[in-house]
């Protein structure tokens, strides 16, 4: 009884301070300095205070796919680049951070089909939805309800994760929103949607011009990221001054807990479960060097995608399955230009802001867009341009696009998973006390998701690190108490 009665203050104890100073703080490893990596750190250090050592390895630069580039003289965002307005942790951390938001401009785009442009916006919006509304009828009406109770359902999330509550799977995660949330990943994006109503010629054309400008795909990816990637052309959408990789960059080198080393890790050994060792030995390469190096940890987080299509490839050892992802990531280039546009190569009298394919095997292009300078700056021509391509870009075609080309440089991205209604893997937690955050990837990828997901991995290692320290004591009293009777006995 008195055992029992030592536990139940020690768990009160636990929950009112943090790990009590008299337990050994755990050593983690977060490999990945991106928008999950920075999300599972901030969360991390929150729930075990003081109490934490945390290295993140990061192969090249903190931020990941939130990067910005330099043109001329001017720097703008390279990757992740739009915020939704629901989207509350990059509001918090903004907010904590104390950075400041860039709101997006209204620019002037049409929808593109190769021979015709079939959208023209205006720069009156209630003409713009007018004009949509007489090509799409109340079907635009239908799309936008089913997006907005989405929404709606998505933002549940944030509560259950303030009130402590993780989730293995993405699975369970989706279906704490909404019970249907996870049969959307095994249909595709056109299917549900005709299913909803929608019509054919909506779905080929504007849900089509979502999917390929924010994902690169066509309308046969699964209908939770196509729903995602149609809800990212509408709504208040922003972006950080100065660009988006300063959220990652400043909860990273603000946080004291966090040690960054810059390296590429090669290995992660399981070790024997000793309670006086370190579970995984992590086998990683400095920049600069050849010379491989070790370190163990209690917790080990991979904030990177694992597939076997990745530049840096992590081996497995000594595990009970294989750890690899299935599938493979999207490879989008993002070609920034600075020139004139030719409006003549698109049929076009006039230049646009933007020009947004819904048919890219006929355009090549994804999307052409005019950017503007992270600093909020607001530059004269020539403007720099950014193009997004499944291909790299040929410099005939660069040339038929623009005159007075002044530079030119291009990115490919591994930028987000290739979408399909085939989803094979679905676990945060691959062992005990090894978590992956990118699986999240796989439902949707956003900088908002990321961020969900690097919490939810923090909350599960926050709550697996109690349990085992808890078991850990109780082992402890037990074999003291079995100890004492023993010693009783022969006293006796």
């Given at each position: 009884?008195?055992?029992?009665?030592?536990?139940?203050?020690?768990?009160?104890?636990?929950?009112?301070?943090?790990?009590?100073?008299?337990?050994?703080?755990?050593?983690?490893?977060?490999?990945?300095?991106?928008?999950?990596?920075?999300?599972?750190?901030?969360?991390?250090?929150?729930?075990?205070?003081?109490?934490?050592?945390?290295?993140?390895?990061?192969?090249?630069?903190?931020?990941?796919?939130?990067?910005?580039?330099?043109?001329?003289?001017?720097?703008?965002?390279?990757?992740?680049?739009?915020?939704?307005?629901?989207?509350?942790?990059?509001?918090?951390?903004?907010?904590?951070?104390?950075?400041?938001?860039?709101?997006?401009?209204?620019?002037?785009?049409?929808?593109?089909?190769?021979?015709?442009?079939?959208?023209?916006?205006?720069?009156?919006?209630?003409?713009?939805?007018?004009?949509?509304?007489?090509?799409?009828?109340?079907?635009?009406?239908?799309?936008?309800?089913?997006?907005?109770?989405?929404?709606?359902?998505?933002?549940?999330?944030?509560?259950?994760?303030?009130?402590?509550?993780?989730?293995?799977?993405?699975?369970?995660?989706?279906?704490?929103?909404?019970?249907?949330?996870?049969?959307?990943?095994?249909?595709?994006?056109?299917?549900?949607?005709?299913?909803?109503?929608?019509?054919?010629?909506?779905?080929?054309?504007?849900?089509?011009?979502?999917?390929?400008?924010?994902?690169?795909?066509?309308?046969?990816?699964?209908?939770?990221?196509?729903?995602?990637?149609?809800?990212?052309?509408?709504?208040?959408?922003?972006?950080?001054?100065?660009?988006?990789?300063?959220?990652?960059?400043h909860l990273i080198y603000r946080n004291k807990k966090v040690n960054v080393v810059p390296s590429c890790v090669t290995k992660i050994r399981n070790l024997a479960n000793d309670h006086?060792?370190?579970?995984?030995?992590?086998?990683?390469?400095?920049?600069?060097?050849?010379?491989?190096?070790?370190?163990?940890?209690?917790?080990?987080?991979?904030?990177?995608?694992?597939?076997?299509?990745?530049?840096?490839?992590?081996?497995?050892?000594?595990?009970?399955?294989?750890?690899?992802?299935?599938?493979?990531?999207?490879?989008?280039?993002?070609?920034?230009?600075?020139?004139?546009?030719?409006?003549?190569?698109?049929?076009?009298?006039?230049?646009?802001?933007?020009?947004?394919?819904?048919?890219?095997?006929?355009?090549?292009?994804?999307?052409?867009?005019?950017?503007?300078?992270?600093?909020?700056?607001?530059?004269?021509?020539?403007?720099?341009?950014?193009?997004?391509?499944?291909?790299?870009?040929?410099?005939?075609?660069?040339?038929?696009?623009?005159?007075?080309?002044?530079?030119?440089?291009?990115?490919?991205?591994?930028?987000?998973?290739?979408?399909?209604?085939?989803?094979?893997?679905?676990?945060?937690?691959?062992?005990?006390?090894?978590?992956?955050?990118?699986?999240?990837?796989?439902?949707?990828?956003?900088?908002?998701?990321?961020?969900?997901?690097?919490?939810?991995?923090?909350?599960?290692?926050?709550?697996?690190?109690?349990?085992?320290?808890?078991?850990?004591?109780?082992?402890?009293?037990?074999?003291e108490h079995t100890s004492k009777k023993l010693h009783c006995s022969e006293d006796l």
């Amino acid at each position: 009884m008195w055992l029992h009665i030592a536990l139940l203050i020690l768990g009160v104890t636990i929950l009112q301070q943090g790990i009590s100073l008299e337990v050994r703080a755990p050593r983690v490893a977060i490999v990945g300095g991106g928008i999950g990596g920075a999300s599972a750190s901030h969360f991390l250090t929150e729930l075990l205070k003081k109490s934490v050592e945390i290295d993140l390895y990061e192969a090249k630069t903190i931020g990941g796919r939130l990067a910005t580039i330099k043109i001329d003289k001017d720097e703008v965002e390279a990757g992740g680049s739009i915020i939704h307005s629901k989207n509350m942790y990059m509001q918090r951390f903004v907010k904590l951070l104390g950075l400041e938001k860039s709101p997006s401009s209204d620019e002037t785009f049409g929808i593109w089909n190769g021979d015709e442009f079939i959208f023209i916006a205006s720069d009156w919006s209630i003409v713009s939805l007018m004009k949509l509304f007489y090509r799409y009828g109340f079907q635009l009406f239908t799309l936008k309800s089913l997006i907005s109770n989405m929404i709606e359902d998505f933002v549940k999330i944030y509560d259950l994760q303030d009130a402590g509550q993780s989730f293995a799977n993405v699975t369970a995660l989706l279906s704490a929103m909404n019970k249907d949330f996870p049969k959307l990943l095994k249909t595709s994006t056109k299917e549900y949607l005709l299913r909803k109503g929608c019509t054919e010629k909506m779905i080929n054309e504007l849900v089509q011009v979502a999917t390929v400008v924010n994902y690169g795909q066509e309308v046969d990816i699964q209908s939770f990221v196509g729903s995602i990637a149609v809800a990212g052309i509408d709504g208040d959408l922003w972006s950080i001054k100065g660009g988006n990789k300063g959220v990652p960059e400043h909860l990273i080198y603000r946080n004291k807990k966090v040690n960054v080393v810059p390296s590429c890790v090669t290995k992660i050994r399981n070790l024997a479960n000793d309670h006086d060792v370190s579970q995984y030995e992590v086998t990683y390469i400095n920049k600069g060097s050849t010379d491989p190096m070790t370190s163990n940890y209690d917790i080990v987080i991979i904030a990177a995608s694992l597939t076997s299509d990745q530049e840096f490839q992590i081996e497995f050892i000594e595990f009970p399955g294989n750890l690899v992802i299935p599938g493979k990531y999207q490879t989008t280039y993002a070609t920034f230009i600075k020139a004139n546009l030719k409006p003549k190569y698109f049929g076009l009298q006039e230049s646009l802001d933007g020009i947004l394919s819904c048919n890219p095997n006929k355009t090549i292009i994804s999307s052409v867009g005019k950017v503007n300078p992270v600093d909020g700056s607001i530059r004269k021509d020539p403007q720099i341009w950014k193009v997004f391509s499944r291909k790299p870009l040929e410099t005939s075609l660069v040339h038929d696009m623009f005159s007075e080309v002044i530079e030119k440089k291009e990115i490919a991205w591994k930028a987000y998973p290739h979408y399909s209604t085939k989803m094979n893997f679905d676990n945060f937690k691959l062992h005990d006390a090894l978590y992956h955050v990118n699986v999240f990837e796989w439902a949707g990828s956003t900088m908002e998701m990321s961020a969900i997901a690097g919490r939810n991995v923090a909350i599960l290692a926050y709550n697996d690190f109690l349990q085992k320290f808890h078991n850990s004591i109780l082992d402890k009293e037990t074999s003291e108490h079995t100890s004492k009777k023993l010693h009783c006995s022969e006293d006796l």
